[in-house]
Structures are given as C-alpha cells and as structure tokens.
C-alpha cells in the first residue's frame, strides 16, 4: 500500500504530466509502490547515492486509452527499449559517490561485452540513481553513464534531514520536476552553516521514513541518450495512473 501523502503527490505529478504532454515524445510507467521502496532504499544507502537496475514486464502493457491521451505532435513509438511497458522490476545494483556509482561491481557485468555495453553492463532495461538532498538534475557523469542504456535513465532525487554526511548541494542548474514538496529556496552565498541549517529547519515536512528521516521533497526526472525528456506516470495495481482520467486544465 502506498501512504496516503505520497498517493496524492502522485497524482499532482501525473496531473503535470499530462499538461505538459506536447513536450515529451513518450511516457515511462512506474509503479507507485516502487517509487516508496526507491525513496527508502536511497535513504538507508545514505550518504551514498545508489543505482537500481530497472525491467519491464511483458504483460503490463501501458493500456491503450492512456497511451492514446497522451499522443502529440512530437511523440515516437521507437524511441527507447522497453516502451509501452510498465516498469516492474527493480534491484539495487551498487552505491557509491556521484562518479562511481555509475561503475558495476564484478559479478554484475559480463567481461566479454563489457567494452561494448559501457560500465554499467547493459544488464537491465532502464536505470535509475538516486540523488540524495540534491536536485534531480543529470551531471556530465550521469549524461555520460546514459549513452549505454537501452531504455531510459532516471534520477530520484529526496530532500530529507537529518542531513548528517549529505548536505543540500545548492546551484545546480537545470530543469526539475517535483514529485512532492516545492523546491528547495536557494541558500545565499556565503551564508554561515548555522544559518543554513535554521532554513532547512523551517522546510515543511511531508513524511517519515522508516529510518527516521523527515522527507521535505522529492522529484523525478527521466531521459533518454539523445537528451530529450522521458514525460513519468505513477501507475497503481491495476496499471492506471493515479488521478487518471485527468480532468483537462485550461
Ligand atoms: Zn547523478
């Protein structure tokens, strides 16, 4: 079951989704229950980042009138493995810092086509890393990891404290998507860290996790090797997006 916050924080960002459809070229599914396992796994791996190796099943097949109502002028059905599909799958694969999380152990890569399928063996469909109390914006690393995935990358970040071995990292530019809570406001240059921390204090709290931690914000984004953006639905038991049908917004 997926706790009532986080359920309708999905549909708000289904929601925007949906709005914002004409931009993105194809949708990813992904459960709902998977993305509170992804938001406990990023915090119990703290401070390490780590990297979920994702599958698609075969018999979720993103339904027929979801696929329809989000068809526009820039949409392809060909863009990345696995498409149409709904995420069903996921396994923590490695942890580590922002650089070498991207780099597989051993007994997860296949040395003969290593060279071929770039550090991270090719193993699964789509790849998710986590960014813990940063936004969800791709580094060069991260662009760098995607030119192996077949399907998509994706990048969860959380906002959370205590924040003890991973502060907020502040000016990270680019574009976000907030699952749940508004953006964290910029701290100011040379701000002491007294009063840095008195400002995440004063951040509204949306849950706790099971390790303790509050979790003031939490955003997703997805893209595929090209660079374009992946446009993220929250699915339930029954493959339909939370919130579906979406009520259009003028
Ligand atoms: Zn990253």
Known sequence: ???????????????????????????????????????????????????????????????????????GPESRDDLFAGQGYTISEAQVVNRGNSMTVHHLPEEWTDEIFGAERGPRGGRFTHWLHTHPNAPAIPSGPDAAAAQWTEGVDLILGVEF?????????????????????????????????FRQRMAREKRPVLGKAATGHSIHGIELIAFHRSGVGVNILFVDENNLPYGWPFPDVQ
């Open 1 to 71: 079951m997926v706790e009532e916050w986080l359920e309708s924080a999905m549909k708000q960002y289904n929601q925007a989704s949906y709005d914002a459809r004409e931009a993105y070229p194809a949708i990813l599914q992904m459960p709902g229950k998977l993305l509170g396992n992804l938001i406990q796994w990023c915090l119990e791996a703290l401070p390490d980042e780590i990297l979920v190796g994702l599958d698609i099943s075969s018999e979720r097949q993103v339904r027929k009138e979801v696929s329809q109502a989000f068809v």
């Open 161 to 193: 404290s205590p924040a003890w071995g991973a502060p907020w990292v502040d000016g990270v530019e680019g574009e976000r998507r907030m699952v749940a809570g508004n953006k964290r406001p910029e701290g100011e240059k040379g701000q002491s860290w």
